[in-house]
């Protein structure tokens, strides 16, 4: 992405190298033992694709585009928060809060939101590389912005990672759903591979219509660092 590479056409490339490696392992596999596919699991996995693979990865990029990797590391914890308050609210589990169990899941997820919005609001003093420190809040691919845009750029960033937590808690649950009506690991992974490249390569045509954008012509990504070694 430092090179202009655009998120969307990075997820596309993804998906599709998974979805042509997956897919061959799936029918030699699975080919002959898996049911036909129903209207039912057919919405299931796209849904699936949608939240796990396609809308979820390109946040993550836009994200890591915007703000830092370890931020993005970082506030992804807050997945689980999610995972749980979710499955709570669709009695997927259920929560007792007079007992131990239940009293450490509700601390556990306080402290996990808390630390999370800590993250997000407090940047705090650079502790190494004080003279470079500004250049954390902006863009790689993109000129030195003022403050004002800074913010708003790593705003962005951290809506987007939350969006990605939100698809990824999401998908959790509905994974939970899919395992029980279709429980073919390696058919399930392909198909969701299949689906979010052909639902990002269909939005990322309508966005992207310049062929050169679909294009790798950076080649500093693979260069080595040392000049000894080129």
Same mark, same amino acid.
């Given at each position: 992405?430092?090179?202009?590479?655009?998120?969307?056409? &990075?997820? %596309?490339?993804?998906?599709?190298?998974?979805?042509?490696?997956?897919?061959?392992?799936?029918?030699?596999?699975?080919?002959?033992?898996?049911?036909?596919? %129903?209207?039912?699991?057919? #919405? *299931?996995?796209?849904? +699936?694709?949608?939240?796990?693979?396609?809308?979820?990865?390109?946040?993550?990029? !836009?994200?890591?585009? *915007?703000?830092?990797?370890?931020?993005? +590391?970082?506030?992804?914890?807050?997945?689980?928060?999610?995972?749980?308050?979710?499955? !709570?609210?669709?009695? =997927?589990?259920?929560?007792?809060?007079?007992? =131990?169990?239940?009293?450490?899941?509700?601390?556990?997820?306080?402290?996990?939101?808390?630390? #999370?919005?800590?993250?997000?609001?407090?940047?705090?003093?650079? &502790?190494?590389?004080?003279? +470079?420190?500004?250049?954390?809040?902006?863009?790689?691919?993109?000129?030195?912005?003022?403050?004002?845009?800074?913010?708003?750029?790593? %705003?962005?960033?951290?809506?987007?990672? &939350?969006?990605?937590?939100?698809?990824?808690?999401?998908? *959790? &649950?509905?994974?939970?759903?899919?395992?029980?009506? *279709?429980?073919?690991?390696?058919?399930?992974? #392909?198909?969701?591979?299949?689906?979010?490249?052909?639902? !990002?390569?269909?939005?990322?045509?309508?966005?992207?219509?310049?062929?050169?954008?679909?294009?790798?012509?950076?080649?500093?990504?693979?260069?080595?660092?040392?000049?000894?070694?080129?």
């Amino acid at each position: 992405m430092a090179g202009g590479l655009d998120p969307l056409v &990075l997820v %596309t490339l993804q998906q599709l190298a998974a979805a042509i490696f997956l897919g061959p392992i799936a029918h030699f596999t699975e080919g002959k033992s898996r049911p036909k596919m %129903t209207l039912e699991i057919f #919405a *299931y996995l796209f849904v +699936s694709a949608a939240l796990g693979a396609a809308m979820r990865q390109y946040m993550v990029f !836009v994200g890591l585009r *915007y703000t830092t990797a370890t931020f993005v +590391s970082a506030f992804s914890n807050i997945a689980p928060v999610l995972t749980f308050v979710l499955a !709570v609210a669709t009695r =997927a589990e259920s929560l007792h809060l007079r007992s =131990a169990t239940g009293a450490a899941k509700l601390a556990g997820t306080l402290v996990s939101l808390a630390g #999370a919005m800590l993250l997000t609001f407090y940047r705090g003093v650079a &502790l190494t590389h004080p003279n +470079s420190a500004h250049q954390l809040h902006r863009s790689p691919s993109s000129p030195l912005s003022p403050g004002a845009d800074s913010g708003r750029r790593w %705003t962005l960033g951290t809506v987007a990672i &939350l969006g990605n937590c939100v698809c990824l808690a999401c998908w *959790y &649950l509905l994974q939970g759903r899919i395992a029980r009506k *279709y429980p073919y690991v390696y058919s399930c992974n #392909a198909f969701l591979s299949t689906f979010s490249f052909l639902q !990002v390569a269909v939005v990322g045509l309508c966005v992207k219509r310049n062929l050169a954008a679909w294009i790798i012509t950076n080649k500093a990504w693979w260069r080595p660092a040392c000049p000894s070694c080129c």
